[in-house]
Structures are given as C-alpha cells and as structure tokens.
C-alpha cells in the first residue's frame, strides 16, 4: 500500500490510527444506513440527528441573530411568526419549509458578507 518503508517506531501508531479510522468510517455507514431505514416515505422530517444539513444551518445561523431585533427582523422576511421561527431555530422541534430554508440560506450568506436583507 506504502511504496515508502515506515520506521518501526511508527508501525503500531499508524496500525492504530487505520484501525480507528475504519472503525469510525464503519459506525458512520452504519449510523447513516439506520437513519435512511426509519424514514417513511410521506412522513416529515423532525430536527435531529437524522437532520444533519439542517443542523448544521441552525448552527450557522445562530451567531447571526445576536443582535437586538435581529430575530423578529429574520421572521418578517421569512413570513413566520416569531414564535415558529423560535421553535426551529432554538428549540429545534420544527423545520422549515423548503423555500423559506432557501430564504434562510440565502440570509445567511448575506448576513455574513456584511449584507442585510430587507423584507
């Protein structure tokens, strides 16, 4: 597999480090081949673990709605009440719809290269 010899003080760190990585890439097939399991078609999709894209856009947004009024100002552009924007963004019982995700998205990117969106 290596054309370059390994010193022998190295071998058993990087048998290691190989035997850690596939088991980790292992329990990730595992892990994502269970979650598409339990989906049924024509039921939503909850926040969660199941919900990694979707997570990982709370996450960017999070730091962005510090500001006072930020919040009511991102849920009149969305067109949501406060409280169910409240419900997905913190408390994460809920998601979006697939326009106002765009919507959100694209909010984001403004927000971090200094822009604001109006509604």
Do not use: Y
Not at 32 to 58: I, S
Not at 68 to 85: C, D, E, V, W
Not at 99 to 111: D, G, K, M, N, Y
Request: charge should be positive; proline fraction near 7%; include cysteine.
């Amino acid at each position: 597999m290596n054309s370059v010899p390994l010193h022998p003080r190295l071998a058993l760190p990087v048998a290691l480090a190989t035997a850690l990585f596939d088991t980790a890439a292992s329990a990730a097939r595992k892990t994502v081949r269970g979650a598409v399991g339990h989906r049924r078609r024509g039921f939503t999709l909850r926040p969660g673990p199941d919900t990694p894209l979707w997570n990982e856009l709370v996450r960017q947004a999070g730091p962005l709605l510090h500001r006072r009024g930020s919040k009511a100002q991102l849920a009149k552009i969305l067109g949501l009440p406060r409280q169910r924007l409240q419900d997905c963004l913190k408390t994460r019982t809920a998601c979006l719809d697939g326009e106002r995700t765009l919507l959100l998205l694209c909010w984001i990117a403004a927000r971090q290269q200094g822009r604001d969106l109006t509604a």
